[in-house]
């Protein structure tokens, strides 16, 4: 099946510093999710970008399907945007579960 | 507001005493799954549901029942829960499982303890 590998898996930010997560997986995907849990466990959604380039505020994103790879961009970060960061693909295998396959996450904590 | 919601947050219980996890989405979802999320294991699929009466079995199946009778409801039943159990459970829909090209909502999240 598809591999999903993001990096870093650990990173510490000082408080309005600026970060770039990546998300590479090994086959071609149809859709591509990015998500943030936050310290109370919730996974909140943040794009759903099966290729191009999305922004919503302070954060972005890119998928270069093709390249198999995405990107998640935090400017300015805050203290609340400590968690852990998934992305979490959907191939052609599966259109028979309909899951989504996560990557182990990127652990972020922003420091004030 | 369209929402994933998932009942009860928190649950400590003891092994072998049955337990549903209740998980109802707004949105006319056709597609509804379960996840559970262990460290080092990452999120791994339980069980999911194409639609009403249709459910199947994902990765790790075995000690959970699931029913989809409404097209907005789907619990979680654990019939004899074990420390093995204990997790963090999501429950997630989506328009469509079949088409690959729609977005996943997910509750809020079980933490389940079973002692």
């Known amino acids: 099946g598809i591999q999903v590998e993001q990096s870093p898996p650990d990173l510490i930010l000082q408080e309005g510093a600026n970060s770039t997560l990546r998300c590479n997986f090994s086959?071609?995907?149809?859709?591509l999710q990015w998500f943030h849990q936050n310290p109370w466990g919730q996974l909140i959604n943040l794009f759903y970008?099966?290729?191009g380039t999305k922004q919503n505020g302070r954060l972005s994103a890119t998928t270069v399907a093709t390249e198999r790879y995405s990107l998640l961009y935090i400017s300015s970060s805050q203290t609340t945007d400590s968690g852990v960061y998934f992305c979490?693909?959907?191939?052609?295998?599966?259109?028979?579960?309909?899951?989504?396959?996560f990557g182990q996450g990127t652990t972020l904590q922003v420091k004030p | 507001e369209a929402q994933v919601t998932q009942n009860p947050r928190y649950l400590i219980t003891v092994t072998g005493k049955k337990l549903t996890v209740t998980c109802s989405q707004n949105?006319?979802?056709?597609?509804m799954s379960w996840y559970r999320q262990d460290p080092g294991l990452g999120l791994r699929q339980i069980y999911y549901?194409?639609?009403?009466?249709?459910?199947d079995k994902g990765d790790v199946p075995e000690g959970y029942k699931v029913s989809r009778k409404e097209k907005r409801n789907f619990p979680l039943i654990l019939e004899s829960p074990s420390p093995n159990q204990t997790s963090l459970y999501f429950c997630?829909?989506?328009?469509?499982?079949?088409?690959?090209?729609?977005?996943?909502?997910f509750g809020q999240g079980t933490r389940l303890t079973v002692v």
């Open positions: 549901s194409m639609n009403v009466e249709v459910t």
């Open positions: 086959d071609s995907v149809n859709n």
């Open positions: 949105m006319n979802h056709e597609y």
């Open positions: 979490a693909p959907r191939t052609k295998g599966s259109s028979n579960t309909g899951k989504l396959i």
């Open positions: 970008i099966p290729s």
């Open positions: 997630a829909s989506s328009f469509s499982g079949v088409s690959l090209n729609t977005e996943a909502f």
